[in-house]
T-cell receptor, first 112, second 117 residues
């Protein structure tokens, strides 16, 4: 089955700096890769996703890149703000599976 | 309306109690999910319903009993729980599970924080 690894587990950056979170997956058939942000006491919120036929996708300060050959994808947040502080989960979904496999999560702290 | 709602927000129950968690969505989604999330861990899938039929049961103990009364509602009935069942219970929905919708964005509710004493 699919296995998703995520690094780093914690990340602290200064406000205004960039943050990068990386994930690797094991199933080459996986074709959909969402990223979720979870704030304290709330449910996960989809912030961006990428499909296997695309190498990069950007939405304002957030971008995701996908390298299918290497089986890894990354979340990039530029000009970080304190409200970006949260736990971020990557996930992968394959053609055969009916559900996502989540990475273990990254706790991002943006220091003012 | 792109919201998944869950009630109650918090629930404290004893090991002999019977309680239910409720989830509702009005996005026309035909797949609904229950997840369990322990502190500092990712969500862990429990059940998946597709067109109001149970599609996946991830070997969840029978003290958890899901129910999908209609396409907008999902319940999780709880009975004789253990303290280790204390967690955040998340409901999610997506458009579909069939091959016509290969990319199924899942929308999560805010969760119910359950404490079992």
């Amino acid at each position: 089955g699919e296995n998703v690894e995520q690094h780093p587990s914690t990340l602290s950056v200064q406000e205004g700096d960039s943050a990068v979170i990386k994930c690797t997956y094991s199933d080459s058939a996986s074709n959909y890769f969402p990223w979720y942000k979870q704030e304290l006491g709330k449910g996960p919120q989809l912030i961006i996703d990428i499909r296997s036929n695309v190498g990069e996708k950007k939405d304002q300060r957030i971008a995701v890149t996908l390298n299918k050959t290497a089986k890894h994808f990354s979340l990039h947040i530029t000009e970080t703000q304190p409200e970006d502080s949260a736990v971020y989960f990557c996930a992968a979904k394959g053609l055969q599976g009916q559900n996502f496999v989540f990475g273990p999560g990254t706790r991002l702290s943006v220091l003012p | 309306d792109t919201e998944v709602t869950q009630t109650p927000k918090h629930l404290v129950m004893g090991m002999t109690n019977k309680k239910s968690l409720k989830c509702e969505q009005h996005m026309g989604h035909r797949a609904m999910y229950w997840y369990k999330q322990k502190a500092k861990k990712p969500p862990e899938l429990m059940f998946v319903y597709s067109y109001e039929k149970l599609s996946i049961n991830e070997s969840v103990p029978s003290r958890f009993s899901p129910e999908c009364p209609n396409s907008s509602l999902l319940n999780l009935h709880l009975h004789a729980l253990q303290p280790e069942d204390s967690a955040l219970y998340l409901c999610a929905s997506s458009q579909d599970l069939t091959s016509h919708h290969l990319y199924n964005e899942q929308f999560f509710g805010p969760g119910t924080r359950l404490t079992v004493l």
